[in-house]
């Protein structure tokens, strides 16, 4: 019989739970400081969660090795460099043969403009994330690309007039309950 969770773990939510299941406090902390800021420097990250330079590097890597660290990338502002409109791309499939996907998704992963392709459960089966100039270079793309494509069956365009990415998707913020 499993005992029950304390309070404390119950209230910290499902997605805090499953990361601490996986990580333990050294590693939540610095996955947690590096989610804030890929640059913050080892010294940094070793005072931030209470151990050694070499402990911190240490761990690090072991991240890194794990798959858990993926990568580190500069963020850029569309609507700094001229892509102020975004949109957000509902695509159903008329086929759904394997190979015509991948080759579908592969190609439209690849056009400028496209910040994300989602692979969906239920009836759509792609949410595309777009970024573009205006109306009318959105509109060419999701007409020469999308609604024009011979294994598109249909597509629905959202205007995004705000986007705010999570704060913590991990649960692992100070303060946050949990952490």
Do not use: C, I, K, W
């Amino acid at each position: 019989m499993t005992a029950p969770r304390s309070t404390s773990t119950r209230r910290r939510g499902a997605v805090a739970n499953a990361v601490r299941d996986v990580l333990d406090d050294v590693d939540a902390g610095v996955v947690r400081l590096l989610l804030a800021d890929a640059r913050t420097p080892n010294n940094v990250v070793a005072r931030s969660v209470g151990v050694a330079p070499s402990t911190a590097l240490a761990r690090t890597a072991a991240l890194r090795e794990r798959g858990v660290l993926v990568g580190a990338r500069a963020e850029v502002d569309p609507a700094r460099v001229g892509l102020g409109l975004r949109a957000l791309v509902s695509v159903r499939l008329g086929t759904h043969d394997a190979a015509d996907m991948q080759a579908f998704v592969t190609r439209l992963s690849a056009l400028p403009g496209v910040v994300d392709v989602f692979f969906l459960a239920g009836r759509d089966d792609y949410l595309v994330h777009l970024v573009a100039p205006g109306s009318d270079a959105l509109r060419e793309l999701v007409l020469a690309h999308l609604s024009s494509h011979p294994l598109v069956q249909h597509t629905e365009t959202s205007l995004v007039f705000e986007h705010r990415p999570g704060t913590d998707p991990l649960g692992l913020e100070d303060g946050a309950p949990g952490a």
